[in-house]
């Protein structure tokens, strides 16, 4: 119980800074918002290596869904991060006459 | 009594407060293009971070977790490089599906091993108590998890799966391996409403009942209620449900933060818990639908759906390529509007090409997008920039909806409802008081459509298509687009 009082502050604090943070994202850019969010809430990941590692021993089963929970958030971190960086290299200003393109 | 967690180093914690103030940056740099790359670069740094520290602290085995590390990163690599833009929608609600099960398996490994989260006291006993079996439990001493943690932990997995179930619904329905249109059993809201009370109320009991009948009984009804929930909205409202599972995702991984007592997750998981609501409802006001509304469902199928125009027909006018090619040509100001339909063509491409051809002519040309206009927030402004059209000449609907009035074109292409004036003047349509953009005003409509029959996802007429400036161009967009690329050249 001692615990919870300073997350539930770190919780609703960080709640606020979302708010202010994501309202000024602007709309042309919602959709890297999601595929962003998408990567840093893989963040799970960090509780899956604990139940990977449980060097307290303990179940193997748990051990196991802790590697299959780390293979998955992979696919998000890796797939959310690169995803995200492919679409922002997109968005180009007028001025500069870059000719990327395929 | 001995306390199973042993006490956190500071520069651990100090570490991962630096994660998550990093994943803050990256959402930060999203508010400009300019910054947008630097932000995403932050946001990797702050996953390198939370990972490496994890690392350390937990002495992790390392073979077999770099294995599959690499197994899910070059998965998720290889399908970031070679989506197309189109597809973004269900891409982004599969990811969703894999963070909602991520957390499951990680509640479900907390409940298994407590211990190794440091979530549970060790209580030595003389006997066996029976109903408990938690591993590890040597003999003669139990795992009693905290009744904090079973709180968080029910909530982690009840969220996680939730975004699990109905994320799959949704990737299923965005892509097309199922009907857009809603399914509505009856009864729904009752058996919906039950489900939820049932899982509250056996997260409620949870704290004083450690059993794994508990535990599984509130993931197994979790799973259910995010299918029912998921089921009856129809493929139109996929803007406001890919938003709220994006907010799941998030909020799951607060949960599962404060069982571990990580910053990092508590931080992210805010963070992305509020974006995602956020989302939810910037759609939702772009509709004039409450969320509540949105939540029930059975509103929208597809454009194929049986709610066409009733009634007489109607007079039009049809136009052929070359006509809108000579209108567009001769004016001094283009407006165009795209729509799901566009991205459905894939004619974002060949829609710059038309723009390019079209500033040769000395048109101005501007892009209006509104809100909701494809799959998801932001779906047309990502396939614009795919087609190489500068992020300066597309416009926001509060921003250009004035210029209509004095554009001498707008070109309508994939987009209906989002157009339509009843929704200033109609009372009685579905779609009264959502914003729309003005097309009509400008002094010629060019709009691009399939066909006449089929109405918008509302099932509502558009008057735009029988007014007298209103040139109605009947083709598969992409075609028709290509067709007036050859007229302009």
Redesign the interface.
């Known amino acids: ?1 001692e ?2 009082i300073p ?1 539930l502050s ?3 604090l ?2 606020f ?3 202010y ?39 193997e ?3 196991w ?30 001025e500069k006459k870059v000719a ?2 395929k | 009594m001995e306390h ?1 967690l042993t006490a956190t180093p500071a520069w651990v914690s100090l570490a991962y407060l630096i ?2 103030v990093l ?2 940056l ?3 740099g ?4 300019e910054t ?2 630097q ?2 670069r932050y ?2 740094i ?2 390198v971070i ?2 490496a520290t ?2 350390i602290v ?4 390392l073979p ?2 770099l294995a ?10 290889v ?3 070679r ?1 197309q ?1 189109t597809a ?1 929608p269900q ?2 609600a599969g ?2 599906s ?2 909602g ?3 499951v ?2 509640g ?3 409940f ?2 407590p ?3 440091g979530i549970a006291d060790l209580i030595h006993v003389a006997v066996h108590f029976p109903g408990v079996q938690i ?2 439990t040597p003999v003669g001493t139990i795992a009693i998890i ?1 009744p ?1 943690s079973r709180v968080e932990m029910g909530l982690g997995v009840a969220i996680g799966a939730i975004t699990f179930s109905g994320s799959v619904i949704a990737f299923l329905k965005l892509n097309g391996n199922m009907g857009g249109a809603p399914i509505l059993l009856p009864a729904r809201h009752v058996i919906n409403l039950g489900t939820l009370v049932a899982i509250l109320a056996l997260i409620a009991y949870f704290t004083t009942d450690q059993s794994a009948w508990v535990f599984f009984t509130i993931l197994v009804l979790s799973f259910a209620i995010g299918f029912l929930l998921i089921i009856p909205i129809g493929g139109a409202d996929m803007p406001v449900v ?2 709220m599972l ?1 907010s799941y ?2 909020w ?3 949960a ?21 609501a ?2 939810s409802y ?1 759609m939702c006001t772009a509709m004039n639908r409450s969320f509540i509304s949105v939540i029930a469902g059975g509103f929208g199928g597809d454009a194929a759906g049986p709610a066409g125009a009733s009634g007489p027909a109607k007079a039009y006018k049809r136009g052929s390529a070359e006509d809108a090619a000579f209108v567009m040509k001769n004016a001094e100001s283009v407006i165009i509007v795209p729509g799901y339909g566009m991205a459905v063509s894939q004619a974002q491409h060949a829609l710059r090409e038309m723009g390019d051809l079209l500033k040769k002519e000395g048109v101005n040309v501007k892009y209006a ?1 509104h ?1 909701v206009a494809g799959r ?4 047309m ?2 396939l614009l ?2 087609a ?1 059209v ?5 416009f ?1 609907l509060e921003d250009i909806n004035g210029e209509f009035a004095q554009a001498d074109v707008a070109f309508v292409i994939g987009a209906n409802d989002v157009t339509n004036p009843l929704a200033k003047t109609d009372k009685t349509s579905p779609i009264y008081g959502m914003p729309v953009l003005d097309v009509e005003r400008a002094k010629t409509v060019l709009f691009v459509k399939r066909s006449m029959g089929g109405a918008g996802y509302a099932g509502v007429d558009n008057p735009v298509f029988y007014m007298d400036n209103t040139m109605m161009l009947l083709a598969d967009a992409k075609k028709m687009v290509e067709t007036i690329n050859k007229d302009l050249g």
């Open positions: 119980m615990h919870l997350q770190i919780f609703v960080a709640c800074v979302g708010y943070v994501v309202w000024s994202v602007t709309p042309a850019l919602h959709t890297p918002l999601m595929a962003v969010t998408n990567a840093i809430s893989s963040v799970i990941i960090v509780g899956a290596l604990v139940a990977a590692s449980a060097a307290t021993g303990g179940s089963i748990s051990r869904l802790g590697l299959g929970a780390v293979v998955l958030a992979s696919v998000n971190i890796f797939g959310g991060f690169a995803v995200t960086q492919r679409m922002l290299g997109m968005y180009k200003k007028k990327a393109g | 199973a994660a998550g994943f803050i990256a959402l930060r999203l508010s400009s293009p947008s790359q932000g995403n946001g990797m702050g996953m939370a990972v994890t690392l937990h002495g992790v085995g077999l977790i599959a590390v690499a197994i899910g990163g070059g998965v998720g690599y399908i970031a490089q989506i833009m973004m891409l982004v990811f969703h894999l963070v099960l991520a957390a398996l990680v479900v490994a907390a298994l091993n211990v190794a989260f591993d590890p905290h904090a890919v938003s994006n995702s998030g799951a991984a607060a599962m933060g404060f069982t571990l007592q990580n910053t990092a997750m508590i931080i992210t998981g805010a963070l992305v818990g509020s974006s995602g956020i989302l910037i997008i809100p998801m927030p932001g779906h402004n990502v920039a795919e190489n500068p992020y300066d000449e597309v926001e």
